[in-house]
Nanobody, 121 residues
Framework: QVQLVESGGGLVQTGGSLRLSCTASGIVLSVGTMNWYHQAPGKQRELVAVIDREGGTDYADSVKGRFTISRDNAKKMSFLQMNSLRPEDTGVYYC???????????????WGQGTQVTVSS
């Protein structure tokens, strides 16, 4: 069974840094585009960073210049390096990816369980 598992969240002061990781566990044929979403308290989930299989990236305006998304295709992982963190970056961060699992070869989207990031002022 395929799962996305995030790690790396925590509590940090304004201006600090965190690095989130997302791993696609299970037997998979391919992991395509990988995304990171942010859900602030009481707000809708928003896309903050995208990376395709070839390494092309895109970012929400609110995180450009502060966050960097990367991936390791061999390890089926993506990373979100978050620098210059602000209190408004507080919330749950979710990993999302297009995955082709080995057992049926059908591409579908998967979500991780989320990891909490809290930025204190």
């Amino acid at each position: 069974q395929v799962q996305l598992v995030e790690s790396g969240g925590g509590l940090v002061q304004t201006g600090g840094s965190l690095r989130l990781s997302c791993t696609a566990s299970g037997i998979v044929l391919s992991v395509g585009t990988m995304n990171w979403y942010h859900q602030a308290p009481g707000k809708q989930r928003e896309l903050v960073a995208v990376i395709d299989r070839e390494g092309g990236t895109d970012y929400a305006d609110s995180v450009k210049g502060r966050f960097t998304i990367s991936r390791d295709n061999a390890k089926k992982m993506s990373f979100l390096q978050m620098n210059s963190l602000r209190p408004e970056d507080t919330g749950v961060y979710y990993c999302n990816a297009d995955v082709i699992p080995y057992h049926d070869g059908r591409a579908r989207q998967y979500w991780g369980q989320g990891t909490q990031v809290t930025v204190s002022s």
